[in-house]
């Protein structure tokens, strides 16, 4: 529990603090054994879950802070959060077409 209160998880239970209001990034750091996939999971269901208004991204540097354990998957998964993400490449119409 003094890691918990050192990484700042706020009430004590992860539930409700900042950035994760329903402790779904907090409860990934606790299960053993965790895939990148299932990472990948519920990182999207987090996003989801979000207050309207809420960006993703804005959020994931406080979730580092407080959970980034160095060799984690949702560390990666956190980290892939924050990459730029490509620019669209416009697919169709005449420039698409093989000749």
């Known amino acids: 529990m003094a890691d918990e209160t050192k990484k700042g998880s706020g009430n004590g239970s992860g539930k409700g603090a900042e950035g994760d209001p329903q402790g779904l990034i907090r409860e990934a750091y606790r299960i ?27 959020m994931i540097p406080t979730l580092l802070e407080r959970h980034g354990d160095e060799g984690h998957p949702m560390t990666d998964v956190l980290r892939e959060g924050l990459a ?15 000749s």
Request: charged content about 35%.
């Open 32 to 58: 053993e054994g965790i895939t990148l996939e299932q990472c990948r999971t519920i990182f999207f269901d987090w996003a989801v879950g979000l207050p309207e208004g809420t960006e993703a991204r804005d």
């Open 84 to 98: 730029t993400p490509p620019k669209p490449e416009r697919r169709g119409g005449r420039s698409a077409r093989v």
